[in-house]
């Protein structure tokens, strides 16, 4: 088999839902499988989804393995050639397996690839192209110098601002979002390391292919990442386990320190999460005690670009959540984007049974501003999907 598509899922059915169907498209033609590791989900995931996707093989786990341990059960269960670390909450053009696959079969020292991820509101996710933490690159993205020279080799490293968005470059961490393994190079440096609950695995395992010889890639692929839809990044545990993976990467790589540099890493790091629990936990406080921003909240509007098929059904949605919104004429499209400029949050709606992921994922890019969010309406399955609203 050429290619095994894992895909660790927790509590977000309904994302995943849509994950699986964008795969089923870009699957065509290739000898692949996927296999979803549930980590105790309680939301039904598994007998919800079973039966719209027969070809998918579900693993049900009785407790939350973790990122790491979960991906590990799946890939030792698997024979393929490459494999694919995928999150749920994730949408993949049609293109982008078939063109992933024949540039590692290309490049033969490659062991890993990534890809170009778009954020819920189109633009590109700093986290497609990563440098490895070292305590330099860690320290001038603590202290602000890496978003003050985003574009510098040396104050930039972090997030590799300096290479072309267009073009596939040699990157030195891979998202874990997606992340494209050839398994010749996964059996000489190891499978992900279990001591990462979540988090840090992807760079740990990033580290490790560098260190035995193979390269990581960027590819300009287009995908969208919602970013931690199974997450609540505002938890006072998403701090804890984020910021433990932190110092469990700099405990294994970084260990052979001087005191005079592990101590002041050490204590940056620890600072860095308390500021973070502080920031979450007054602003807990102020949500408690009633406290809302004098602005007036405008609700957001709703621009449903869709076939005339789904139509209906998309009026029967605007009815029954009363949502502020219209059906795109798309000869008024330039027009409606500079309005977009002067309005509040809008909702981007793409339909796909007019137009292919790959397609929507190019025109949502092409539209991106600070107040657009995309939308997904899946006319199989009567559903339409935002980055924190489902509707049906």
């Not at 590109?124 to 202290?143: N, Q």
């Amino acid at each position: 088999m050429k290619l095994t598509i894992i895909i660790v899922s927790y509590n977000v059915r309904d994302y995943l839902g849509q994950c699986l169907r964008s795969i089923n498209r870009a699957m065509s033609g290739l000898d692949a499988e996927v296999i979803v590791v549930d980590n105790c989900s309680k939301d039904g995931t598994v007998d919800g989804l079973s039966k719209e996707f027969p070809w998918v093989r579900f693993i049900k786990s009785n407790r939350n393995l973790g990122f790491a341990k979960a991906n590990n059960q799946a890939i030792r269960t698997s024979k393929s050639e490459y494999v694919l670390l995928l999150n749920p909450d994730t949408i993949i053009g049609e293109d982008v397996l078939r063109y992933a696959l024949q540039f590692m079969d290309t490049n033969l020292k490659a062991g890993g690839a990534g890809v170009r991820m778009l954020r819920r509101d189109g633009y590109d996710a700093l986290e497609s192209r990563r440098g490895v933490p070292t305590p330099m690159t860690a320290f001038y993205k603590m202290v602000g110098l890496c978003a003050r020279f985003p574009y510098s080799r040396r104050f930039g490293r972090y997030y590799m601002g300096y290479l072309s968005w267009n073009e596939p470059s040699k990157i030195e961490v891979i998202s874990g979002a997606f992340c494209l393994l050839r398994r010749e190079a996964l059996e000489k440096v190891g499978l992900l390391d279990e001591d990462f609950f979540m988090y840090g695995e992807d760079i740990d395992l990033s580290y490790r292919l560098l260190k035995g010889g193979w390269d990581n890639w960027y590819l300009p692929l287009r995908i969208l990442h919602y970013k931690g839809e199974s997450t609540q990044k505002t938890s006072f545990r998403y701090v804890h386990v984020f910021y433990e993976a932190m110092f469990i990467f700099l405990r294994k790589h970084y260990g052979h320190l001087s005191v005079f540099l592990g101590i002041p890493i050490r204590f940056g790091i620890l600072f860095k999460a308390i500021g973070t629990l502080i920031t979450t936990w007054w602003h807990k406080l102020r949500a408690g005690l009633g406290f809302v921003s004098k602005h007036k909240v405008v609700d957001p509007q709703y621009i449903f670009d869709v076939s005339e098929e789904s139509k209906p059904q998309c009026r029967l949605l605007i009815e029954r959540y009363g949502l502020t919104a219209r059906f795109l004429d798309d000869t008024e499209l330039l027009l409606l984007v500079d309005d977009m400029q002067k309005t509040g949050l809008v909702y981007f709606v793409y339909d796909t049974l007019k137009y292919t992921y790959h397609e929507i994922l190019e025109r949502f890019s092409s539209m991106a501003k600070g107040n657009l969010r995309i939308g997904v309406y899946h006319p199989e399955v009567k559903i339409l999907i935002t980055d924190n609203e489902i509707m049906q």
